[in-house]
């Protein structure tokens, strides 16, 4: 089955400055692979997905790159703010397939003020 | 839009009481349903998932046990809970239609076995 590597566990970085945290799958035939964003004590929110057929996607400060020779994709943030600090899952699965993701074990991140 | 509701928000049970969770989904048919635990400071446990009515598959042996009795509806449940059954309880959902497959999570249940 497939098993999705995280690092770093935490994460800790200065107001303004980049995130960048970073998985590995081992599925090859994997080819989605969404990031979750988790506030304490909320629910995992869906932040930003990307699909094999693209390197790289963008959102406003966050962005996802996937590099599928190497099997691994990373979630960058830009300008952080205090609001960013939480924990990000990243996971992946093969798009249209009933499988449920398999998740990576979680990255917390705190913005230090 | 979709809505997934999930209750109780919170719960409080003692070691050895029944539990039954509750989740729905709204405003989508035939949805895939997930069912997970997040122990304190840890990551997403995949219990159960259903891919349709009566269809129910489990990922971890242990003393729960998931049912499907109407399309939009999943239920968690225990005879006899121990202190380890203590978490977040969340359950998600997701469509496989063409060009869509994003998963989402309900708000969760908190559950504290004493």
């Known amino acids: 089955g497939e098993n999705v590597e995280q690092h770093p566990s935490t994460l800790s970085v200065q107001e303004g400055d980049s995130a960048v945290i970073k998985c590995t799958y081992s599925?090859?035939?994997?080819?989605?692979f969404p990031w979750y964003k988790q506030e304490l004590g909320k629910r995992p929110q869906l932040i930003i997905d990307?699909?094999?057929?693209?390197g790289e996607k963008k959102d406003q400060r966050i962005a996802v790159t996937l590099n599928k020779t190497a099997k691994h994709f990373s979630l960058h943030i830009t300008e952080t703010q205090p609001e960013d600090s939480a924990v990000y899952f990243c996971?992946?699965?093969?798009?249209?397939?009933?499988?449920?993701?398999?998740f990576g074990s979680g990255t917390q991140l705190t913005v230090l003020p | 839009s979709q809505t997934i509701h999930q209750w109780p928000a919170t719960l409080v049970q003692p070691v050895g009481s029944p539990l039954s969770l509750e989740c729905t989904v709204e405003?989508?048919?035939?949805?895939?349903l997930y069912w997970y635990r997040q122990a304190a400071g840890r990551g997403l446990q995949l219990l159960f998932y259903?891919?349709?009515?009566?269809?129910i598959s489990s990922e971890v042996p242990q003393n729960l046990s998931a049912s499907r009795p109407q399309d939009r509806q999943f239920i968690l449940s225990s005879k006899k809970l121990l202190l380890s059954d203590s978490g977040f309880y969340l359950c998600?959902?997701?469509?496989?239609?063409?060009?869509?497959?994003?998963?989402?999570f309900g708000p969760g249940t908190r559950l504290t076995v004493t």
């Open positions: 996971a992946a699965r093969r798009w249209g397939s009933a499988r449920q993701l398999t």
């Open positions: 405003g989508t048919s035939n949805p895939n």
């Open positions: 599925d090859s035939a994997s080819n989605y």
């Open positions: 998600a959902w997701s469509t496989i239609l063409a060009g869509v497959g994003e998963q989402y």
């Open positions: 259903s891919v349709g009515i009566g269809q």
């Open positions: 990307i699909r094999s057929n693209v």
